[in-house]
Protein backbone atom coordinates (compact mmCIF):
# COMPACT_ATOMS: atom_id res chain seq x y z
CA UNK A 1 0.00 0.00 0.00
CA UNK A 2 1.09 3.64 -1.09
CA UNK A 3 2.05 6.09 2.02
CA UNK A 4 -0.14 9.19 2.07
CA UNK A 5 3.09 10.82 2.93
CA UNK A 6 5.90 11.19 0.61
CA UNK A 7 9.65 10.65 2.20
CA UNK A 8 11.87 13.76 2.19
CA UNK A 9 15.42 12.73 1.92
CA UNK A 10 17.49 15.78 2.64
CA UNK A 11 15.19 17.30 5.38
CA UNK A 12 17.15 19.36 7.95
CA UNK A 13 16.94 17.94 11.45
CA UNK A 14 15.47 20.02 14.05
CA UNK A 15 17.67 19.89 16.61
CA UNK A 16 15.16 20.11 19.69
CA UNK A 17 13.40 17.72 21.39
CA UNK A 18 9.86 16.60 21.55
CA UNK A 19 8.84 16.62 25.34
CA UNK A 20 5.58 15.07 26.27
CA UNK A 21 3.86 16.89 28.97
CA UNK A 22 0.81 14.44 30.20
CA UNK A 23 -0.26 10.99 28.20
CA UNK A 24 -2.88 8.74 29.38
CA UNK A 25 -4.99 5.77 27.11
CA UNK A 26 -6.42 8.64 25.07
CA UNK A 27 -3.90 11.39 24.67
CA UNK A 28 -0.94 12.85 24.39
CA UNK A 29 -0.08 16.42 25.11
CA UNK A 30 3.36 17.96 23.68
CA UNK A 31 5.39 21.11 24.23
CA UNK A 32 6.41 21.77 20.55
CA UNK A 33 9.43 23.23 20.16
CA UNK A 34 10.78 26.08 17.41
CA UNK A 35 11.08 25.37 13.62
CA UNK A 36 9.16 21.86 14.28
CA UNK A 37 5.79 21.03 12.15
CA UNK A 38 2.83 19.25 14.11
CA UNK A 39 2.31 17.41 10.51
CA UNK A 40 3.93 16.43 7.54
CA UNK A 41 3.50 18.68 5.02
CA UNK A 42 5.99 20.50 1.80
CA UNK A 43 9.74 19.70 2.76
CA UNK A 44 8.99 18.35 6.37
CA UNK A 45 8.00 14.64 7.45
CA UNK A 46 10.10 12.81 10.08
CA UNK A 47 10.86 15.92 11.63
CA UNK A 48 7.37 16.99 12.56
CA UNK A 49 5.74 16.32 16.26
CA UNK A 50 3.50 13.66 14.69
CA UNK A 51 5.85 11.26 12.71
CA UNK A 52 8.50 11.61 16.41
CA UNK A 53 5.45 10.75 18.63
CA UNK A 54 4.80 8.04 16.52
CA UNK A 55 8.15 6.39 15.61
CA UNK A 56 8.94 7.11 19.21
CA UNK A 57 5.94 5.14 20.83
CA UNK A 58 5.19 2.58 18.00
CA UNK A 59 1.35 3.99 17.71
CA UNK A 60 0.58 4.79 13.90
CA UNK A 61 -2.45 5.54 14.69
CA UNK A 62 -1.70 8.96 16.92
CA UNK A 63 -3.05 11.80 15.53
CA UNK A 64 -3.66 15.82 16.14
CA UNK A 65 -6.68 16.75 17.28
CA UNK A 66 -5.30 20.65 16.18
CA UNK A 67 -1.86 22.40 14.56
CA UNK A 68 0.34 24.72 15.03
CA UNK A 69 2.67 26.44 12.90
CA UNK A 70 6.10 24.97 12.54
CA UNK A 71 7.47 28.32 13.90
CA UNK A 72 5.34 28.48 16.74
CA UNK A 73 6.08 26.72 19.86
CA UNK A 74 4.32 25.36 22.60
CA UNK A 75 1.27 22.91 23.90
CA UNK A 76 -0.10 20.22 21.43
CA UNK A 77 -2.90 17.62 21.92
CA UNK A 78 -3.17 14.03 20.29
CA UNK A 79 -5.27 11.54 20.04
CA UNK A 80 -3.94 7.80 20.72
CA UNK A 81 -7.32 6.29 20.21
CA UNK A 82 -8.79 6.68 17.34
CA UNK A 83 -12.50 6.45 18.36
CA UNK A 84 -12.16 9.28 20.51
CA UNK A 85 -10.65 11.49 17.61
CA UNK A 86 -13.57 13.57 16.76
CA UNK A 87 -14.55 14.40 20.70
CA UNK A 88 -11.61 16.16 20.82
CA UNK A 89 -11.16 17.65 17.82
CA UNK A 90 -14.31 19.04 18.53
CA UNK A 91 -13.66 20.95 21.62
CA UNK A 92 -11.48 23.34 19.37
CA UNK A 93 -14.03 23.67 16.42
CA UNK A 94 -16.72 24.84 19.16
CA UNK A 95 -13.85 27.04 21.06
CA UNK A 96 -14.29 25.35 23.91
CA UNK A 97 -10.22 25.09 24.63
CA UNK A 98 -9.22 27.87 26.28
CA UNK A 99 -6.10 29.10 25.05
CA UNK A 100 -3.42 31.59 26.40
CA UNK A 101 -0.02 32.15 24.01
CA UNK A 102 2.87 34.85 24.68
CA UNK A 103 5.26 36.99 22.60
CA UNK A 104 8.36 39.23 22.37
CA UNK A 105 7.15 42.11 20.38
CA UNK A 106 8.55 45.37 20.23
CA UNK A 107 7.88 47.84 23.34
CA UNK A 108 6.53 50.97 21.48
CA UNK A 109 3.79 52.49 21.13
CA UNK A 110 0.29 50.96 18.95
CA UNK A 111 -0.32 52.13 15.35
CA UNK A 112 -4.04 52.49 14.02
CA UNK A 113 -4.87 49.91 11.69
CA UNK A 114 -5.99 49.90 7.95
CA UNK A 115 -9.17 47.89 8.88
CA UNK A 116 -11.20 46.88 11.96
CA UNK A 117 -11.96 47.77 15.13
CA UNK A 118 -9.06 48.40 18.68
CA UNK A 119 -10.74 48.27 21.77
CA UNK A 120 -9.20 49.25 25.04
CA UNK A 121 -10.73 47.18 27.86
CA UNK A 122 -10.03 49.44 30.54
CA UNK A 123 -9.55 52.94 29.14
CA UNK A 124 -7.69 55.02 28.91
CA UNK A 125 -5.08 52.45 29.30
CA UNK A 126 -4.05 51.29 26.37
CA UNK A 127 -3.34 47.37 27.16
CA UNK A 128 -5.79 44.91 27.21
CA UNK A 129 -7.07 45.69 23.97
CA UNK A 130 -9.11 43.59 21.75
CA UNK A 131 -7.67 43.39 18.42
CA UNK A 132 -11.16 42.72 15.78
CA UNK A 133 -10.59 42.27 12.35
CA UNK A 134 -11.34 40.14 9.05
CA UNK A 135 -8.50 37.89 7.72
CA UNK A 136 -8.20 36.02 4.66
CA UNK A 137 -5.36 33.71 3.76
CA UNK A 138 -5.44 32.36 -0.03
CA UNK A 139 -3.67 29.15 -0.84
CA UNK A 140 -0.14 29.61 -2.53
CA UNK A 141 -0.17 32.90 -0.85
CA UNK A 142 2.17 32.55 1.86
CA UNK A 143 0.52 36.01 4.00
CA UNK A 144 -2.60 36.32 5.54
CA UNK A 145 -3.61 39.86 5.35
CA UNK A 146 -6.83 42.12 6.69
CA UNK A 147 -9.61 43.34 4.44
CA UNK A 148 -12.86 45.02 5.46
CA UNK A 149 -15.24 42.84 5.85
CA UNK A 150 -17.58 41.08 8.91
CA UNK A 151 -15.50 40.30 11.45
CA UNK A 152 -13.43 36.73 11.55
CA UNK A 153 -11.31 37.39 13.82
CA UNK A 154 -10.91 38.44 17.34
CA UNK A 155 -7.72 38.56 20.17
CA UNK A 156 -7.47 40.24 23.24
CA UNK A 157 -3.94 41.64 23.70
CA UNK A 158 -2.30 42.33 27.49
CA UNK A 159 1.11 43.80 28.57
CA UNK A 160 2.93 40.26 30.10
CA UNK A 161 5.33 40.36 33.03
CA UNK A 162 8.70 42.19 33.33
CA UNK A 163 11.39 40.51 34.20
CA UNK A 164 15.15 40.07 33.32
CA UNK A 165 15.73 37.44 31.53
CA UNK A 166 14.70 38.67 28.15
CA UNK A 167 18.32 39.63 26.17
CA UNK A 168 16.01 41.46 23.60
CA UNK A 169 16.57 45.21 23.88
CA UNK A 170 13.57 46.91 23.06
CA UNK A 171 11.16 44.21 23.37
CA UNK A 172 8.44 43.36 25.85
CA UNK A 173 6.10 39.89 26.68
CA UNK A 174 2.79 40.86 25.31
CA UNK A 175 0.21 37.87 26.41
CA UNK A 176 -2.56 37.08 23.19
CA UNK A 177 -5.80 35.11 23.93
CA UNK A 178 -7.70 34.08 20.84
CA UNK A 179 -11.26 34.29 20.53
CA UNK A 180 -11.07 32.59 16.78
CA UNK A 181 -8.73 30.84 15.21
CA UNK A 182 -7.92 31.60 11.67
CA UNK A 183 -4.22 31.04 9.80
CA UNK A 184 -1.55 33.69 11.58
CA UNK A 185 -4.26 35.65 12.96
CA UNK A 186 -1.84 36.37 16.28
CA UNK A 187 0.92 37.29 13.59
CA UNK A 188 -1.47 39.36 11.65
CA UNK A 189 -3.26 40.84 14.78
CA UNK A 190 0.16 42.04 16.30
CA UNK A 191 1.89 43.05 12.97
CA UNK A 192 -1.73 45.48 12.15
CA UNK A 193 -0.63 47.36 15.33
CA UNK A 194 3.07 48.14 13.97
CA UNK A 195 4.12 45.65 16.50
CA UNK A 196 5.11 42.23 14.64
CA UNK A 197 6.49 39.73 16.63
CA UNK A 198 9.94 38.89 17.11
CA UNK A 199 11.20 36.41 14.22
CA UNK A 200 8.61 36.29 11.99
CA UNK A 201 10.01 36.03 8.65
CA UNK A 202 6.12 36.81 6.84
CA UNK A 203 5.16 40.03 8.68
CA UNK A 204 5.93 42.87 7.60
CA UNK A 205 7.90 41.72 5.53
CA UNK A 206 8.16 38.35 3.63
CA UNK A 207 11.93 37.32 3.92
CA UNK A 208 13.77 33.72 2.57
CA UNK A 209 14.69 31.48 5.09
CA UNK A 210 17.23 29.25 5.82
CA UNK A 211 16.02 26.26 6.55
CA UNK A 212 19.32 25.07 8.56
CA UNK A 213 19.38 28.17 10.47
CA UNK A 214 18.12 27.64 14.12
CA UNK A 215 19.41 30.87 15.69
CA UNK A 216 16.72 32.75 15.28
CA UNK A 217 13.31 31.54 16.13
CA UNK A 218 9.48 33.03 16.29
CA UNK A 219 9.08 34.03 19.79
CA UNK A 220 5.51 33.17 19.91
CA UNK A 221 4.29 30.15 22.02
CA UNK A 222 1.48 28.44 22.75
CA UNK A 223 1.75 28.78 26.43
CA UNK A 224 -1.31 27.19 28.15
CA UNK A 225 -4.66 25.08 27.33
CA UNK A 226 -7.34 24.66 29.34
CA UNK A 227 -10.84 22.46 28.48
CA UNK A 228 -13.03 19.94 30.11
CA UNK A 229 -11.52 16.26 28.79
CA UNK A 230 -15.06 14.86 26.76
CA UNK A 231 -14.13 11.35 27.68
CA UNK A 232 -13.55 11.94 32.03
CA UNK A 233 -15.18 14.99 31.93
CA UNK A 234 -12.23 16.32 34.51
CA UNK A 235 -11.23 19.86 33.62
CA UNK A 236 -7.56 19.80 32.13
CA UNK A 237 -4.95 22.80 32.11
CA UNK A 238 -1.37 22.56 30.33
CA UNK A 239 1.25 24.55 29.97
CA UNK A 240 4.40 24.89 27.82
CA UNK A 241 7.87 25.76 29.44
CA UNK A 242 9.40 26.70 26.35
CA UNK A 243 11.46 29.94 26.69
CA UNK A 244 10.69 33.07 24.99
CA UNK A 245 14.34 35.36 24.31
Not at 122 to 135: G, N, T
Not at 148 to 174: K, M, S
Amino acid sequence: MQSKHRFVLDEPEVPFELTVLYEDTNIIVVDKPHFLATTPRGMWYRQTALVRLRERLGEPQITPAHRLDRLTAGVVLFVRNPELRGAYQMLFQNHQVKKTYECLAPAKSIVRPQTGTVERLDSPSVFPLKRRSHIVKHRGRLQAYEIPGAVNAETVIELGETDGNIAAPGYRRYILRPKTGKTHQLRVHMNSLGLPIKGDDLYPEITQPDYTDFSNPLQLVARSMSFIDPVSHDPRTFVSQVPLG
